[in-house]
């Protein structure tokens, strides 16, 4: 399987154990989308502000002196966008409803961080 | 030569590059064009002096020191050598430029004027054929300057922007992308 097709499956396993997520999105750490199920035209977007929100989050991070960044979070009144660092090269974004179940998201993400760490590895 | 004024000479065609005949040319006339200094710097400062965005850049008295840091410039300038060091150092001038808060517009717009007082007193004071060539040497002094000046002015921008908001080069590339036809469109119809 290639790398890309590995991403794929992990997004569809993904919203397979958590019905709650909206939307899943791998991209470089330069913002280019390399496998997400958000619609096209939202894709390009999301993977470049995502990536721009994770960098921004690790210098608020390093400035605040609040150690290694695990996540960052935006939350809005419709629903909530998790990002995460996958390694130096990828970001793993997940978009799920402001009311879902947060816990289990989270604990899937970080399974998921892990298994997009190691594809693109 | 440092990466980055490798990097943005090498975007400049060769044709219109600074040359070894260019800088020969320059030395060749150093006599004559540094009879022209007073003129270049009062009249150069003249401008700034009588903008108010530009004259705003500077602070009480300071027009004399940056009249000698001009001067030093020029006379650097037609002592030659265009050596690494000389390329390296506009490259860092565009970096003292953000600091000052001295824009790209103002930059541009102040090189047409040093490029248009050289031509015309090479113009006055050289027999035609000579004069056209040594405003091409000029022209070509004016690429590669402003070119390290005002692109190090951006590409130092974003690497201040990297470094404290995180932000990389390529990131802010794709960012501009998903935008910029959006822009264009608006542009255009406007
Ligand atoms: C047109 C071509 C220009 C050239 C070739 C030029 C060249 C230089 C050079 C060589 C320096 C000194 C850098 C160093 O510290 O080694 C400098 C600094 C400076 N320039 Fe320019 N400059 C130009 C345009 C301008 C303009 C248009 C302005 C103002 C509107 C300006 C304002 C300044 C200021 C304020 C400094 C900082 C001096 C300091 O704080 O030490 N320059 N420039």
Redesign the interface.
């Known amino acids: 399987m290639t790398k890309q097709e590995q991403l794929e499956k992990l997004i569809k396993e993904l919203r397979t154990n958590v019905p709650d997520i909206t939307g899943v999105m791998v991209a470089s750490?330069?913002?280019?989308s390399i496998a997400s199920d958000f619609p096209e035209e939202e894709g390009?977007?999301i993977?470049?502000?995502g990536?721009?929100a994770?960098?921004?989050?690790?210098?608020i991070a390093q400035n605040a002196a609040l150690g290694a960044v695990s996540e960052t979070m935006v939350k809005g009144t419709d629903g909530l966008l998790l990002i995460y660092m996958t390694g130096d090269e990828g970001v793993l974004a997940i978009r799920a409803p402001a009311r879902g179940n947060l816990g289990l998201v989270r604990l899937e993400a970080s399974a998921a961080c892990e298994e997009v760490k190691k594809i693109l590895g | 030569m440092n990466e980055i004024t490798r990097q943005i000479l090498d975007q400049i065609p060769s044709n219109v590059k600074f040359s070894e005949e260019d800088a020969e040319l320059l030395i060749k006339h150093k006599d004559k064009l540094l009879e022209w200094e007073d003129g270049l710097i009062e009249g150069f400062y003249d401008s700034l002096f009588n903008h108010d965005t530009t004259r705003a850049v500077f602070e009480e008295g300071e027009r004399p020191a940056r009249e000698q840091t001009l001067r030093d410039w020029y006379r650097r300038t037609l002592n030659g050598p265009f050596d690494d060091n000389y390329w390296e150092w506009q490259t860092y001038v565009g970096l003292v430029h953000i600091k000052r808060k001295v824009n790209n517009a103002m930059v541009a717009g102040m090189w047409g004027w040093i490029a248009t007082y050289l031509g015309r007193k090479a113009l006055e004071e050289f027999p035609q054929e000579e004069a056209l060539k040594l405003i091409s040497a000029v022209h070509s002094l004016q690429a590669n300057v402003t070119a390290l000046i005002v692109e190090s002015y951006l590409k130092n921008m974003f690497v201040a922007i990297d470094k404290a908001a995180g932000l990389s080069e390529a990131l802010l590339g794709r960012l501009v992308a998903t935008e910029i036809d959006d822009m264009l469109a608006k542009a255009k119809s406007s």
Do not use: E, F, Y
């Open positions: 750490s330069d913002g280019l390009a977007r993977a470049a502000v990536a721009a994770s960098g921004l989050g690790n210098r």
